[in-house]
C-alpha cells in the first residue's frame, strides 16, 4: 500500500499535487504518524464549547493544512528541488527564470506586475511528480511548462509579487511556502532595502524553508558595495548562513540575459540537484519547518482552549500530548525515509 496515488489539492497552489512515488514500505512507515497529527488537531477542536469561540474552526483549519498540504509532499520524498522564484516587482525574476532555462517560458515586461500567477518550469521527464487539477489560487491557476533544457530533478517556479495581485499575500506566501524545497529570494540593487519583501522573507525563515538571496540587476561596478549592505540585511534578518548569489547587470537580448551571467547560479542549483542527499535534506527541513510551524500554532490554540475550564484544560493537554507524540514519530521516520528514497532513474516503468 501508498499514500493516495494524488493526494488532495494543496491549498494555494493552483490545485497542483505531489504523485506519490515515494518507495511503498516507507509510505506506510509515514501514513501512522501522519494520520495520528491530524486525528490530535481535531481532538482539540472537540474541546471547545461553542463554535461561536472559533477554536473549532481554527483547530479543523490545522488539522486540514496537515492532510492537505503536508502530508501529500511525504509521498514524493526523492522528487524533484521545488525552487520558488520570488520577490518584489520589477527585480527581474522572470528575467532571471528565463535565462536559466535559455528560453522565454515567462513573460517579462515593463507593466508590474507581469508575472500573475505561478509559473511551474519542469524537464519532461519529472511531469510523473506532478498533475494540475482544482481550484486556481485566488483566481489564477498554475501553469506549467515542460523544458528539456531544464535539469531532470529542478523545478523552478516563477512566482508574482503577491503584495501585487493577491487579497491575501500572508496567505499566497504560506501557500507557496508549502509547495517549496527551496524559497530562492530575489531583489535588486534599486530594492533590497523595501521593508516589505523582508516582511515576507521573514514569513518564509519562520518556517525553517531554505533561503538562498540573488541579487539581480546590479551594476558590475556596485557588485562589492551592494553585496555587503545587503549581506548586512542578511545577517539582521538571521539569514547570514544562507547563500547569496550575484547576477550582475548585462544588456538583455530578447528576455533574455547572457548565459554567462547566470553561470554561477545555474551551476549551484545543478550541484544541488546532483547531489541527492543535499535534494533531501532540503526536502525534509522544509516539511519538518512546516510540521514546526503547525505545532506553535496548536500551543496558541491548546493554551486558549485552557484559559479558565478545567475540563477542556484536561482535553487540550491531552491533544497536545498525543499531536508531540505523533510529531517525534514522524520526524524520525521522516529523517529515515529521505535516506531510504530511490534516487535513481524514477521514470515510469
Do not use: C
Not at 518564509?204 to 546590479?218: E, G, I, N
Amino acid at each position: 500500500m501508498t499514500l493516495a496515488a494524488r493526494g488532495p489539492a494543496l491549498p494555494g497552489t493552483g490545485g497542483l499535487l505531489w504523485q506519490d512515488r515515494v518507495v511503498p514500505d516507507t509510505a506506510d512507515r509515514l501514513r501512522e504518524p501522519a494520520s495520528a497529527l491530524s486525528g490530535a488537531l481535531r481532538l482539540l477542536g472537540e474541546t471547545a464549547t461553542s463554535s461561536e469561540d472559533g477554536l473549532a474552526l481554527r483547530a479543523a483549519s490545522l488539522a486540514d493544512e496537515v492532510e492537505q498540504r503536508l502530508v501529500p509532499r511525504l509521498g514524493a520524498l526523492g522528487g524533484p528541488l521545488l525552487v520558488v522564484v520570488a520577490g518584489a516587482s520589477g527585480v527581474g525574476k522572470s528575467t532571471l527564470v528565463n535565462s536559466l532555462v535559455g528560453r522565454v517560458v515567462s513573460p517579462a515586461g515593463v507593466l508590474r506586475p507581469t508575472t500573475r500567477g505561478p509559473i511551474l518550469v519542469h524537464h519532461p521527464d519529472d511531469q510523473l511528480w506532478f498533475t494540475e487539477t482544482g481550484p486556481p489560487l485566488p483566481g489564477v491557476p498554475v501553469r506549467m511548462v515542460a523544458d528539456e533544457h531544464l535539469p531532470r530533478g529542478l523545478v523552478l517556479v516563477d512566482t508574482p509579487d503577491v503584495d501585487a495581485v493577491a487579497d491575501d499575500p500572508s496567505a499566497w506566501v504560506a501557500g507557496l511556502v508549502d509547495m517549496a524545497d527551496l524559497w530562492l529570494a530575489v531583489t535588486s540593487a534599486l530594492r533590497y532595502a523595501d521593508a516589505l519583501p523582508w516582511h515576507r522573507l521573514r514569513q518564509v525563515a519562520q518556517r525553517q524553508t531554505p533561503v538562498a538571496v540573488v541579487l539581480s540587476r546590479v551594476a558590475p561596478g556596485d557588485v562589492a558595495e551592494v553585496s555587503a549592505y545587503l549581506a548586512a540585511l542578511m545577517q539582521e534578518q538571521a539569514l547570514s548562513d544562507s547563500p547569496l548569489l550575484v547576477v550582475a547587470e548585462e544588456p538583455e537580448s530578447h528576455g533574455l540575459l547572457p548565459a554567462e551571467a547566470v553561470t554561477e547560479l545555474r551551476a549551484w542549483l545543478e550541484a544541488l540537484v546532483a547531489d541527492p542527499d543535499s535534494r533531501a535534506l532540503m526536502s525534509r527541513a522544509s516539511l519538518a519547518g512546516g510540521f514546526a510551524d503547525v505545532s506553535t500554532r496548536l500551543h496558541v490554540l491548546a493554551a486558549e482552549a485552557a484559559a479558565g475550564d478545567r475540563r477542556r484544560d484536561t482535553a487540550a493537554a491531552r491533544a497536545l500530548a498525543r499531536f508531540e507524540a505523533a510529531l517525534a514519530d514522524l520526524v524520525g521516520h521522516l529523517g529515515d525515509a529521505t535516506g531510504r528514497v530511490d534516487h535513481g532513474d524514477r521514470r515510469a516503468s
